[in-house]
Structure formats: structure tokens, C-alpha cells
């Protein structure tokens, strides 16, 4: 007897061979890839592959498109976790149905990449997006991937949406490197399987396949990529102990220099600095300048400037407080 998810399949898969659609279909695979319990996984498609109809073959070949076997240079799943099994076993069961249905199926999977974009999703930077642009082989549904990164939680992928190429008119992004973006998305998907309970918009799983697939199909993937943004800030003050102060700032931002936000910069001013760094005189008297500056470069937002005005008078005495030093910095003081 079918079970729901067969039945359902074979329907939805019967509409979709009228459609014609390589990425419609790719994306209701993504969602059935979502909507699968691993558990039932090799049941599914052995009841797909007994089935034998057109309707059947689409659906295993839609699912390995968008669950192809990952390499080592784009690999998310771990070789032996559950994931890389699936993606295995739809690799295995679509074996040499292609050829069995209409061309348009051949081109699932079969995209260029055209263009990638990079930039701030919200003022503070809190969460950024990276977009990559792919059209399929016969140059027809060109479309957007956009995923939402989180800064504060670590940069992990926390939304991602499928969109007709306008959709970037409104989003005002920087235009940047396709493997460097398609490898800082793999990047965040990976770090958020490593959370446990990382809170994510309910869409993403319905798009978590695809969008991995697609930044994998990137040639020459760049995988842990830096973020230039400190490197191209040209603004430093003109003062004593400037570069040793912004140089401090720098080690703060870390890989997410994009987010700078009020409570950020009070975690700086208050927190950070006197738990962790060793500055001198200069530097802690040069860093409220050195912060504006980069404040100005970040976007010049008056809650940002006002927590600066707010803490920035508090710095040399929270620097002179050793209670306030973290252990680290304890220890580096002992050598000095």
C-alpha cells in the first residue's frame, strides 16, 4: 500500500511534468527533502523506484539535484552522517533515469553562476546577506539565491528564499567574489549543524537543499574567506597611538566587521577592552576618535555615535581596573 508521502509525491510530480519547470521542480524536491523523515528515506525510494512511472523517475532525479553528493571542497554534511547517506542513496536510485524523460529534466542541477553580492541586511549589520545570481543552461529562469547570515550567533544561516533576479534591486548589496560568497553560504550552514537548537526562520529547511547545492555548482569555492571590510577602512585619525588602538578594534570585529551596532560598540568600549586588551596610553587615549571613525565609516548612525559619547569617558578608568582584566590578559600582564 502507498504510503501519504508517495501518493503526494506522484501528484505534485504529475503537475510538474506539465510545467516544464527545471527550477519549480527543483524547488518542490527541496521541499520534499525537507518534509522526509530520514528514517523513511530508503523506503520512499524504493517504493519510487518499484513504481517505475514517469511521474516516479522525476521524482528520484529532482531529489538527487538538489541532494548531489558532496565533494570534498563544497562538502557540508560529514561523510557517514545521515545527510551524506541520503544524498548517496537519491544519487544511487536516480542511476540512469535522465535519459528516461523529457530534456528540460537534464537541466536540474545544470546552472551558471552570473554574478554574486554581499552587504548588511539590516543598519547594524546584525544579519548580512550573500546572493548569488545563476541562470540553467539554455539561458531561461534566470534566478536569485539569497541567504541570511546572523552575526551576533556566529554567522549562521538562519533564512534563505529562491527569487525572480529584481528582487536584488532593493536589497543595495555590494558586488563581490561568486566563490567567496558561495563559500561563506556553505560556511554558515555548516557552523549552524553544529548548534544545537540554533533558532532559524521556519522556510529555511524548505530551502536548505538547494541553496547548498547551487553555492556548490561555484567553480573554485573559497571556503573560510576573510572579510576585507577593516582592510578597506582609509579614515584612521591623524593621532598618537591611532593605528594600535583601530588595530585592537580589528581584533575585536573578528570575521563579522559588518555588524556594528549600539550594543556592540558598548560591549567594545566596556567590556571587551578591559577584560582583553594591553594598550598603551596613547591607544586608550586615541580610541574613542578611532571608534567614531570607524563608526562614520559604518554607516554613521546617531544611536551608535550616542553610546560612543556615553562610554567612551568611562575607558581609561575601566582600563586601569585590573579586577576587570580576563585571564588571558592576566597572564600576558605577568610576562610583560
Not at 82 to 107: F, K, M, N, Q
Not at 117 to 131: F, I, R
Not at 230 to 237: G, I, K, N
Not at 300 to 316: G, N
Request: aromatic share 6%; hydrophobic share 45%; with cysteine.
Amino acid at each position: 500500500m502507498s504510503t501519504s508521502a508517495f501518493t503526494k509525491a506522484i501528484a505534485q510530480a504529475r503537475d510538474l511534468l506539465r510545467w516544464h519547470s527545471p527550477l519549480r521542480t527543483e524547488l518542490w524536491a527541496a521541499r520534499l527533502t525537507a518534509s522526509l523523515d530520514q528514517a523513511l528515506v530508503p523506503a520512499f525510494l524504493r517504493e519510487l523506484a518499484e513504481d517505475g512511472t514517469a511521474e516516479a523517475r522525476l521524482t528520484l532525479v529532482a531529489l538527487a539535484a538538489v541532494n548531489p553528493t558532496p565533494s570534498p571542497s563544497g562538502a557540508v554534511p560529514s561523510a557517514g552522517t545521515a545527510e551524506a547517506d541520503d544524498s548517496e542513496a537519491y544519487a544511487r536510485a536516480a542511476e540512469g533515469l535522465i535519459d528516461t524523460l523529457p530534456t528540460w529534466v537534464s537541466r536540474m542541477g545544470r546552472v551558471t553562476c552570473e554574478g554574486a553580492w554581499y552587504g548588511k541586511a539590516d543598519p547594524y549589520g546584525e544579519q548580512v546577506l550573500a546572493v548569488l545570481s545563476f541562470r540553467y543552461e539554455n539561458s531561461k529562469e534566470p534566478h536569485i539565491l539569497v541567504v541570511g547570515i546572523d552575526q551576533p550567533n556566529g554567522g549562521i544561516a538562519v533564512d534563505a528564499v529562491v527569487e525572480e533576479p529584481k528582487f536584488l534591486d532593493d536589497l543595495h548589496l555590494d558586488a563581490a567574489e561568486p566563490q567567496v560568497v558561495a563559500g561563506r553560504i556553505l560556511d554558515a550552514f555548516e557552523l549552524g549543524d553544529r548548534i544545537m537548537g540554533a533558532a532559524v526562520a521556519d522556510t529555511l529547511p524548505e530551502v536548505r537543499p538547494l541553496a547548498i547545492a547551487r553555492a556548490r555548482t561555484v567553480p573554485g569555492l573559497i571556503r573560510g574567506a576573510g572579510d576585507d571590510t577593516a582592510v578597506r577602512f582609509d579614515e584612521l585619525p591623524d593621532l598618537p597611538g591611532a593605528r594600535e588602538a583601530f588595530e585592537k578594534l580589528v581584533e575585536f570585529l573578528g570575521d563579522r566587521p559588518l555588524w556594528w551596532s549600539p550594543v556592540r560598540v558598548s560591549q567594545f568600549l566596556t567590556s571587551w577592552l578591559p577584560r582583553e586588551a594591553i594598550m598603551s596610553d596613547a591607544a586608550i587615549a586615541a580610541m574613542p576618535e578611532v571608534v567614531r571613525a570607524w563608526s562614520r565609516f559604518s554607516g554613521d548612525h546617531p544611536a551608535v555615535l550616542r553610546h560612543i559619547d556615553e562610554d567612551a569617558p568611562r575607558l581609561p578608568a575601566l582600563m586601569a581596573d585590573d579586577s576587570l582584566a580576563g585571564l588571558a590578559k592576566r597572564i600576558a600582564q605577568g610576562r610583560l
